[in-house]
């Protein structure tokens, strides 16, 4: 028993070392070119604006903007008067904040590793502070910034700005003072002459989306809030003489999805809008608006987000930074009368994008060469070549006296090959680390093998299920298709898992030969395939059928007093368990029922505040007075909380009372000496497990509240059939991964859910709102561990072991999947998230949730025998 309890630590150990690895040779950052851009002066061509107002708003979607029910109408009528120039800019994965204002700023496309420095605020490692900017190269000119609005800029620019305010952009609870803190400034920074750019970032809109979804009611409102915010910027530009010469640039870092989340490749989250705004651009002519899309969430042109650094540049008269991939818009080039001056604006983004052609691949050859030799390539380095061939060759004597009509198109299609190229690029991968990290999980997997191959052989059934689990897992890993949808993998391996316990249950036992002791059994089996559909219909998730109808969307939507139905029950029966498990005398235990009712009107008064139309005609609406929003969210979580502490604290530490004082007093001297024990009885367990029950219900979406309940009675079931150890650790392995799917959890970063991740947080703490958006997204996975530990609370089964090869195994799986296919055209949309995920999983899931509480509860165990 020593022995295989070392090799469990050990490969325990491995696992964290062999990820660490992994990941620093699979999220290395690139190659940078040092140092600020300058122009030649021939390249020169003259500023049309002599200062930019950039506004941000936070996840704004295209059609939020473009469509028929936005709420932009002063901007949509600047659209149509030739004002506002619009396009639907591309964000490439990862559609999170930092990397995406990376692009908008330096035009570069940056690294997958930002989308966990995306999280860390207090990370001061991903900043722009040494990179070229557009922001630097104003300021480079004397120029003078200031920034209102995400603190993110603080973070990537720091003592960039003369003035400025940041507000968190990860306290999404707030939708109002959030926004405010930014437009407070707007009119006093408009009367100023001192800035060449006034930058503003609004997260009301994008905490809304993570809140209630791009259908909320304060979709709309928001969207006429900020609506507001462009024509105060536009009135002041027509009306300020100091403002005159002023470029207003409306866009969003990136989009949404349905479920009002970002951090994916869907059509949704990859496409803000974006729109240059100034009374000059009216020369340029007039666009429809509100219009139809021309394709999935593309209104009117689509340009890349990296476009953005180099005409910025070209309008504001100064270099484009020297790692920007972007190509200058062409529709603005008319800003320019001289067909010189166009010439040169298109000349100076090719010798930019040769530039770091050149850097990144050395050996590379752009020297002058005949159009005829060059060949037909026209993609890739070699078509790179001969288009810059074919730029010397109408260039032969400089843009002077060339038409634009000749030399335009040259430069155009060199400069898209260009980028495509860099584009294109794969990260500087070390593949001597993706080896060696993959070799240390490996080992790891070795380490506890043995105990793994003797459960098998001793329980063959299940030990079989176990295997063709680890391998049609592992197959998976290596398909695109089947790792976005892999929810339904679990899902069959939940139905085949009930079906092989339908098996057993047929089967005739010593002593169980009777017909009548099958009927339970049968009927266990039945009910649990009955609600293991519920569990695959709750939520759509994945990519192919996320918009299916389903439970949790769809049918509660229509019926809306069954949802509220089933969550007084399941709220009901939570109070009832809290009740009879509390470790209290009896008149006392009343009081472990406060938790429970608190717990249901906090769930009420976050569904009134946040997603209302789930009251709606329903008979709470009736009853839902002033008397729910008497106490804040914050407080309210707070006292949720407070009282499940108290309630766990009680079943860790207090004793069940004694009626005698003889017995008070030996229960005392009992208990003195184990009080540092943790889970000392089956009572305690009950207990704690009653209390995280409700926990765990308080960090779900309403919605999902329900599903508490259908946890309950599969438990039920799964006693009933009095399954061996074994069988229970595979069991809740299998309901662990299928209701983290249920949940409406993906390999996507975007299916991360920050309802409720800070509920009971009055201000942004990185450790706790990480741990509550743990906890909020694998709500499912933590309950069924516990309830794995409570059924084999009596059980010598060691599960450790078990878990860790599991866990190994699909660790190596990702691993090799992402090594073999780290070139791959869906590397950083679809595999890269998924090794993530899976980091998640091994890491917290594993190691916080499973191992940790196996070990106390086997502890436990071995105490009480």
């Given at each position: 028993?020593?022995?295989?309890?070392?090799?469990?630590?050990?490969?325990n150990?491995?696992?964290?070392?062999?990820?660490?690895?992994?990941?620093?040779?699979?999220?290395?950052?690139?190659?940078?070119?040092?140092?600020?851009?300058?122009?030649?002066?021939?390249?020169?061509?003259?500023?049309?604006?002599?200062?930019?107002?950039?506004?941000?708003?936070?996840?704004?979607?295209?059609?939020?903007?473009?469509?028929?029910?936005?709420?932009?109408?002063?901007?949509?009528?600047?659209?149509?008067?030739?004002?506002?120039?619009?396009?639907?800019?591309?964000?490439?994965?990862?559609?999170?904040?930092?990397?995406?204002?990376?692009?908008?700023?330096?035009?570069?496309?940056?690294?997958?590793?930002?989308?966990?420095?995306?999280?860390?605020?207090?990370?001061?490692?991903?900043?722009?502070?040494?990179q070229?900017?557009?922001?630097?190269?104003?300021?480079?000119?004397?120029?003078?910034?200031?920034?209102?609005?995400?603190?993110?800029?603080?973070?990537?620019?720091?003592?960039?700005?003369?003035?400025?305010?940041?507000?968190?952009?990860?306290?999404v609870?707030?939708?109002?003072?959030?926004?405010?803190?930014?437009?407070?400034?707007?009119s006093?920074e408009?009367?100023?002459?001192?800035?060449?750019?006034?930058?503003?970032?609004?997260?009301?809109?994008?905490?809304?989306?993570h809140?209630?979804g791009?259908?909320?009611?304060?979709?709309v409102?928001?969207?006429?809030?900020?609506?507001g915010v462009?024509?105060?910027?536009?009135?002041?530009?027509?009306?300020?003489?100091?403002?005159?010469?002023?470029?207003?640039?409306?866009?969003?870092?990136?989009?949404?999805?349905?479920?009002?989340?970002?951090?994916?490749?869907?059509?949704g989250?990859?496409?803000?809008?974006?729109?240059?705004?100034?009374?000059?651009?009216?020369?340029?002519?007039?666009?429809?608006?509100?219009?139809?899309?021309?394709?999935?969430?593309?209104?009117?042109?689509?340009?890349?987000?990296?476009?953005i650094?180099?005409?910025?540049?070209?309008?504001?008269?100064?270099?484009?930074?020297?790692?920007?991939?972007?190509?200058?818009?062409?529709?603005?080039?008319?800003?320019?009368?001289?067909?010189?001056?166009?010439i040169?604006?298109?000349?100076?983004?090719?010798?930019?994008?040769?530039?770091?052609?050149?850097?990144?691949?050395?050996?590379?050859?752009f020297?002058?060469?005949?159009?005829?030799?060059?060949?037909?390539?026209?993609?890739?380095?070699?078509?790179?070549?001969?288009?810059?061939?074919?730029?010397?060759?109408?260039?032969?004597?400089?843009?002077?006296g060339?038409?634009?009509?000749?030399?335009?198109?040259a430069?155009?299609?060199?400069?898209?090959?260009?980028?495509?190229?860099?584009?294109?690029?794969?990260?500087?991968?070390?593949?001597?680390?993706?080896g060696?990290g993959?070799?240390?999980?490996?080992?790891?997997?070795?380490?506890?093998?043995?105990?793994?191959?003797?459960?098998?052989t001793?329980?063959?059934?299940?030990?079989l299920?176990l295997?063709?689990?680890?391998?049609?897992?592992?197959?998976?890993?290596?398909?695109?298709?089947?790792?976005?949808?892999?929810?339904?993998?679990?899902?069959?391996?939940?139905?085949?898992?009930?079906?092989?316990?339908?098996i057993?249950?047929?089967?005739?036992?010593?002593?169980?030969?009777?017909?009548?002791?099958?009927?339970?059994?049968?009927?266990?089996?039945?009910?649990?395939?009955?609600?293991?559909?519920?569990?695959?219909?709750?939520?759509?998730t994945?990519?192919?059928f996320?918009?299916?109808?389903?439970?949790?969307?769809t049918?509660?939507g229509?019926?809306?007093?069954?949802?509220?139905?089933?969550?007084?029950?399941?709220?009901?029966?939570?109070?009832?368990?809290?009740?009879?498990?509390?470790?209290?005398?009896?008149?006392?235990?009343?009081?472990?029922?406060?938790?429970?009712?608190?717990?249901?009107?906090?769930k009420?008064?976050?569904?009134?505040?946040?997603?209302?139309?789930?009251?709606?005609?329903t008979?709470?609406?009736?009853?839902?007075?002033?008397?729910?929003?008497?106490?804040?969210?914050?407080?309210?979580?707070?006292?949720?909380?407070?009282?499940?502490?108290a309630?766990?604290?009680?079943?860790?530490?207090?004793?069940?009372?004694?009626?005698?004082?003889?017995?008070?007093?030996?229960?005392?001297?009992?208990?003195?000496?184990?009080?540092?024990?943790?889970i000392?009885?089956?009572?305690?367990?009950?207990?704690?497990?009653?209390?995280?029950?409700?926990?765990?219900?308080?960090?779900?979406?309403?919605?999902?509240?329900?599903?508490f309940?259908?946890?309950?009675?599969?438990?039920?079931?799964?006693?009933?059939?009095?399954?061996?150890?074994?069988?229970?650790?595979?069991?809740?392995?299998?309901?662990?991964y299928?209701?983290?799917?249920?949940?409406?959890?993906?390999?996507?970063?975007?299916?991360?859910?920050?309802?409720s991740?800070?509920?009971?947080?009055?201000?942004?703490?990185?450790?706790?709102?990480?741990?509550?958006?743990?906890?909020?997204n694998w709500?499912?996975?933590?309950?069924?561990?516990?309830?794995?530990?409570?059924?084999?609370?009596?059980?010598?089964?060691?599960?450790?072991?078990?878990?860790?090869?599991?866990?190994?195994m699909?660790?190596?799986?990702?691993?090799?999947?992402?090594?073999?296919?780290?070139?791959?055209?869906?590397i950083?949309?679809?595999?890269?998230?998924?090794?993530?995920?899976?980091?998640?999983?091994?890491?917290?899931?594993?190691?916080?949730?499973?191992?940790?509480?196996?070990?106390?509860?086997?502890?436990?165990?071995?105490?009480?025998?």
């Amino acid at each position: 028993m020593g022995l295989r309890r070392c090799t469990t630590v050990i490969a325990n150990l491995l696992i964290p070392v062999g990820i660490l690895i992994f990941s620093s040779g699979f999220f290395p950052y690139k190659p940078l070119i040092p140092g600020l851009a300058t122009l030649e002066a021939d390249d020169v061509a003259p500023a049309i604006f002599d200062k930019v107002i950039f506004m941000v708003v936070d996840a704004l979607r295209s059609d939020f903007v473009y469509s028929n029910h936005s709420g932009f109408q002063f901007t949509q009528s600047l659209i149509r008067s030739g004002a506002a120039v619009p396009f639907t800019a591309y964000a490439s994965s990862p559609t999170v904040t930092m990397p995406r204002l990376k692009a908008i700023t330096t035009g570069s496309v940056p690294s997958f590793l930002d989308v966990i420095l995306n999280i860390a605020e207090s990370d001061t490692s991903s900043t722009l502070a040494y990179q070229d900017t557009w922001l630097a190269q104003l300021k480079a000119t004397g120029g003078r910034l200031v920034m209102y609005g995400d603190d993110t800029w603080l973070k990537l620019f720091p003592g960039m700005f003369d003035r400025a305010d940041g507000t968190t952009s990860f306290f999404v609870s707030d939708f109002t003072e959030v926004d405010h803190n930014v437009t407070r400034h707007v009119s006093n920074e408009l009367s100023q002459d001192d800035w060449s750019a006034f930058i503003m970032h609004y997260l009301g809109l994008d905490h809304i989306g993570h809140k209630a979804g791009p259908k909320s009611p304060f979709m709309v409102p928001k969207q006429q809030e900020m609506d507001g915010v462009v024509q105060e910027v536009y009135t002041a530009m027509q009306r300020q003489q100091h403002l005159q010469s002023t470029l207003l640039v409306l866009c969003g870092d990136h989009g949404m999805n349905e479920a009002g989340n970002h951090g994916g490749s869907s059509a949704g989250e990859t496409s803000p809008a974006l729109l240059f705004m100034s009374p000059k651009f009216e020369t340029l002519g007039s666009r429809a608006s509100p219009v139809e899309p021309s394709g999935d969430m593309v209104y009117y042109q689509r340009v890349e987000q990296a476009d953005i650094a180099p005409t910025l540049a070209g309008l504001l008269g100064v270099p484009i930074p020297l790692n920007s991939l972007g190509v200058f818009i062409p529709d603005f080039l008319e800003m320019w009368s001289e067909s010189s001056d166009q010439i040169r604006i298109q000349y100076q983004n090719a010798k930019q994008l040769l530039n770091t052609l050149t850097t990144t691949f050395p050996g590379s050859v752009f020297k002058p060469a005949s159009i005829e030799s060059c060949g037909k390539a026209s993609s890739g380095m070699e078509g790179a070549q001969c288009a810059w061939a074919q730029v010397q060759h109408v260039l032969a004597g400089g843009p002077e006296g060339v038409a634009h009509s000749a030399a335009g198109p040259a430069l155009s299609q060199f400069s898209r090959i260009a980028q495509a190229v860099m584009s294109r690029t794969a990260s500087n991968y070390d593949v001597s680390r993706l080896g060696l990290g993959l070799l240390v999980t490996a080992l790891a997997a070795l380490f506890v093998l043995p105990t793994t191959v003797r459960e098998c052989t001793r329980q063959k059934p299940p030990g079989l299920f176990l295997t063709m689990i680890v391998i049609t897992y592992a197959i998976m890993m290596f398909a695109s298709s089947y790792v976005e949808e892999e929810q339904q993998f679990w899902y069959w391996i939940c139905s085949g898992w009930i079906f092989y316990l339908h098996i057993k249950s047929q089967s005739a036992r010593p002593g169980h030969t009777r017909p009548s002791t099958m009927w339970p059994g049968a009927f266990s089996i039945l009910l649990l395939a009955v609600c293991q559909r519920l569990l695959r219909r709750w939520n759509q998730t994945g990519q192919k059928f996320a918009a299916e109808p389903d439970i949790a969307h769809t049918f509660f939507g229509r019926h809306p007093e069954v949802f509220w139905l089933l969550l007084a029950l399941t709220y009901l029966d939570a109070g009832f368990r809290l009740v009879r498990n509390a470790r209290l005398p009896a008149l006392a235990r009343l009081g472990a029922l406060a938790p429970a009712v608190l717990a249901f009107t906090f769930k009420l008064h976050f569904v009134a505040s946040e997603s209302p139309e789930l009251l709606e005609g329903t008979f709470l609406s009736r009853v839902v007075g002033g008397w729910l929003y008497s106490v804040s969210l914050v407080l309210h979580a707070r006292l949720v909380f407070g009282g499940l502490a108290a309630i766990a604290l009680l079943a860790l530490f207090g004793r069940k009372p004694s009626h005698s004082a003889q017995g008070r007093l030996a229960s005392l001297i009992y208990c003195l000496p184990k009080s540092a024990m943790l889970i000392k009885t089956t009572a305690t367990r009950e207990s704690i497990h009653a209390a995280l029950h409700v926990f765990l219900m308080t960090q779900s979406r309403a919605t999902n509240v329900p599903l508490f309940l259908l946890f309950r009675v599969t438990a039920r079931m799964i006693v009933a059939m009095n399954l061996t150890g074994f069988e229970v650790t595979i069991t809740t392995l299998i309901f662990q991964y299928m209701t983290f799917f249920a949940f409406g959890g993906s390999n996507a970063i975007s299916s991360v859910d920050l309802a409720s991740a800070y509920n009971g947080v009055g201000s942004y703490n990185v450790a706790l709102v990480g741990v509550l958006t743990f906890v909020s997204n694998w709500a499912g996975p933590i309950w069924w561990a516990s309830q794995g530990h409570r059924l084999r609370s009596q059980s010598a089964h060691d599960a450790s072991a078990l878990l860790t090869f599991h866990v190994a195994m699909s660790m190596i799986s990702v691993m090799a999947a992402c090594t073999a296919l780290r070139t791959h055209l869906f590397i950083w949309t679809v595999f890269s998230p998924k090794y993530l995920y899976s980091m998640a999983w091994a890491l917290l899931n594993h190691a916080a949730i499973n191992l940790l509480a196996e070990v106390l509860f086997s502890r436990s165990r071995h105490h009480i025998s």
